[in-house]
């Protein structure tokens, strides 16, 4: 019998600003109120500086002693950095992956598609930002290279990666035009075309690093 998992109230304050971050509704620079985040969510302040914590040592966050916490600013130069090296690794991966690649990687990639149709029509855009991650990490993992994974993997866990998976939440019909060029990098795979489903990927970083500038030039 599977043991149930309860998240502590840490953890659920953390699940709580992480995807306020995702939905824009707390803004990069905008300060973090303890007791209004204590009170919102019916826990002591203890919980949720735990939770600003876990936040500060990911890079979401930066304490200032005596004044308090603020989501970190995101910077358009370093986005675009950020950017420009996954768009290279992730495009490599991809097309290593495309001669590894086995028909059972295939029918966990069709799987996250339907599940994300299925997000989409559920308006669920936090389901849909880790169907995406799900689907390129099982291309990636397909690839014999761990450094190169472990790499993107860390890019991916880096500071902001709330701002990159707030697409989804902040570009009506991301979601869907996500799963269409999913589709087209899953047939490029089937074909062996490894360099055209590495300019697919590619093509999705820039788009992605695109509609975000907008958002952060307008904040």
Not at 88 to 95: K, Q, V
Not at 133 to 158: E, G
Not at 195 to 219: G, M, N, P, Y
């Amino acid at each position: 019998m599977r043991k149930k998992l309860f998240k502590t109230k840490s953890q659920l304050v953390y699940d709580y600003l992480k995807e306020n971050f995702m939905s824009g509704d707390i803004k990069s620079g905008e300060k973090i109120v303890t007791r209004a985040v204590a009170e919102e969510l019916g826990v002591s302040e203890i919980p949720v500086r735990e939770a600003i914590k876990m936040l500060e040592s990911q890079g979401f966050v930066e304490v200032t002693p005596h004044v308090g916490a603020r989501v970190v600013r995101v910077n358009l130069g370093e986005l675009e950095e950020y950017y420009m090296i996954r768009s290279e690794l992730e495009g490599l991966a991809t097309r290593l992956a495309s001669t590894h690649i086995k028909n059972s990687d295939f029918v966990k990639l069709e799987k996250i598609q339907e599940e994300h149709k299925k997000a989409i029509q559920s308006e669920n855009p936090k389901k849909i930002a880790d169907l995406n991650q799900r689907f390129h990490f099982t291309i990636y993992k397909c690839s014999p290279y761990k450094h190169l994974y472990d790499m993107i993997s860390n890019l991916w866990a880096s500071a902001n990666i709330s701002r990159i998976n707030s697409i989804f939440f902040l570009s009506p019909g991301r979601g869907e035009e996500t799963l269409k060029e999913h589709e087209q990098i899953i047939e490029a795979l089937r074909r062996g075309d490894g360099d055209l489903a590495c300019e697919f990927v590619r093509k999705q970083k820039k788009t992605a690093f695109e509609i975000l500038s907008k958002v952060i030039s307008s904040e």
